[in-house]
């Protein structure tokens, strides 16, 4: 069983530059989550997913995009990269939500110059 | 606005000594307060996890100590290991809200 496997591991994109980030499941899980982690600050969430078609806003989901088309796939869209958008992006999924217990991926460290 | 507190940003325990994370919150409709573990590099993992109708869950050398009054719940590592060097982030969950809120994360180190 592969969990939840994040691409790229690593990412360096000027400043303007769009790119996807892909998060893929294979345990069949409904819920899927978006996170940002910054220093001293915690996961923050961007988007979430409680099923196929369905997307909803998390904390801080300016300048980010999501689809969920299939239950397995959750990418999450970077358009205009800026700066403040330098962070390690962690995808999680859950069977049913939070009470269920999340598996994370193992992140993305991407970095804007 | 963050609507869990956690503290201390870093600790530095002695192997075999006990590790004491904290966290608090204010929205009394959280009904589900998971411990996450994350080692460098890697993506955090549930560690354990506590609802308000008890007021302490033991699993291992970890304990969740909870106080429903205070709004407050903590984390004990009992016997703390090398091994046990981690960031480690408190979360919450409102019934009904399909998503966590997490503290702000503790760098936990133990030292031989």
């Known amino acids: 069983n592969a969990g939840v496997t994040q691409t790229p591991k690593f990412r360096i994109l000027k400043i303007g530059q769009s790119m996807t980030l892909q998060c893929a499941q294979d345990?069949?899980?409904?819920?899927m989550y978006w996170y940002r982690q910054d220093p001293g600050m915690g996961l923050k969430l961007i988007y979430y997913?409680?099923?196929?078609?369905?997307?909803d806003k998390g904390e801080v989901p300016n300048g980010y995009n999501v689809s969920r088309s299939t239950t397995e796939d959750f990418p999450l869209r970077l358009e205009l990269a800026a700066p403040s958008q330098t962070s390690v992006y962690f995808c999680a999924s859950s069977y049913r939500g939070p009470n269920y217990g999340y598996t994370f991926g193992s992140g993305t460290r991407l970095t804007v110059v | 606005q963050q609507q869990v507190k956690q503290s201390p940003q870093s600790l530095i325990v002695q192997k075999g000594g006990i590790s004491i994370i904290n966290c608090a919150y204010e929205n009394t409709a959280f009904d589900y307060f998971p411990w996450y573990q994350q080692f460098p590099g890697k993506g955090p993992a549930l560690l354990i996890a506590i609802r308000p109708d008890v007021s302490e869950k033991k699993e291992g050398r970890f304990t969740i100590s909870f106080n429903k009054s205070a709004k407050q719940f903590s984390l004990h590592i009992m016997d703390s290991q090398p091994g046990d060097s981690a960031t480690y982030f408190c979360a919450a969950q409102d019934f009904g809200n399909e998503k966590l809120t997490f503290g702000t994360g503790t760098r936990l180190t133990i030292i031989p």
């Open positions: 997913s409680v099923g196929a078609g369905i997307t």
């Open positions: 345990m069949n899980h409904n819920y």
